[in-house]
């Protein structure tokens, strides 16, 4: 099982109504403005996963866990697509891994060219126009909006700023700082980059 913190399970941890208690923990270590992290995101969700199924029936057994990094070298892009997803995983739960695909598919959005000359307001309202209304709704909006506004004068920061600092001491405490990176069972499993064939991934998965 994860270590990840308890108030995190319902929106990151994929299967987290149905896997096992024993299940295997993978953890998948990504940031939003990474395309190699995009890559990874998509075959798991799209390959990975829905093979496993194929192969046993079901994920019980294989917990998956979508762990923020946010890499400073990538702007402020990277921190402000990873409030906005921290603003969704406590307003919508459930719309965390469907908003975070649809922010992997629209990378090229925020990349440092596309970005340069926008204001972090600008940014916020950009990756909000690219959430359908059926998946949230103008009022869930709006209560995203109201956690991603700063909370006071100064550096108090906004209302996500605690999700921001847990999960950056999360990687940093275990010594990760590059993604894609996937960590098993508490170790890192440098064998699986976002180059390996999904194949290969469940071969490494079913042999741990």
Not at 18 to 41: Q, V, W
Not at 62 to 75: A, R
Not at 148 to 173: A, C, W
Request: charged share 20%; glycine share 6%.
């Amino acid at each position: 099982m994860t270590n990840i913190h308890p108030r995190y399970r319902a929106s990151h941890v994929f299967n987290h109504d149905t896997c096992s208690r024993d299940a295997m923990s993978i953890e998948i270590f990504l940031d939003y403005n990474c395309p190699y992290s995009g890559k990874m995101f998509k075959k798991i969700i799209e390959e990975v996963i829905p093979q496993l199924i194929k192969i046993d029936g079901n994920i019980k057994n294989y917990e998956f866990t979508f762990v923020n990094v946010i890499q400073p070298w990538h702007g402020i892009q990277s921190s402000i697509l990873h409030d906005v997803s921290f603003a969704i995983s406590r307003v919508i739960p459930k719309a965390f891994y469907p908003i975070s695909k649809i922010l992997f598919d629209n990378i090229e959005k925020f990349y440092d060219s596309e970005v340069i000359d926008k204001s972090r307001n600008e940014i916020v309202e950009e990756i909000l126009q690219l959430i359908p209304g059926e998946i949230i709704s103008s009022d869930g909006i709006k209560q995203i909006k109201d956690l991603l506004s700063l909370q006071g004068n100064g550096n108090i920061g906004n209302g996500v700023s605690i999700d921001n600092k847990y999960f950056t001491r999360y990687s940093r405490t275990l010594g990760i700082h590059m993604t894609p990176t996937v960590v098993v069972n508490g170790i890192i499993q440098s064998q699986i980059e976002s180059s390996t064939e999904s194949h290969k991934i469940i071969e490494i998965l079913k042999n741990l």
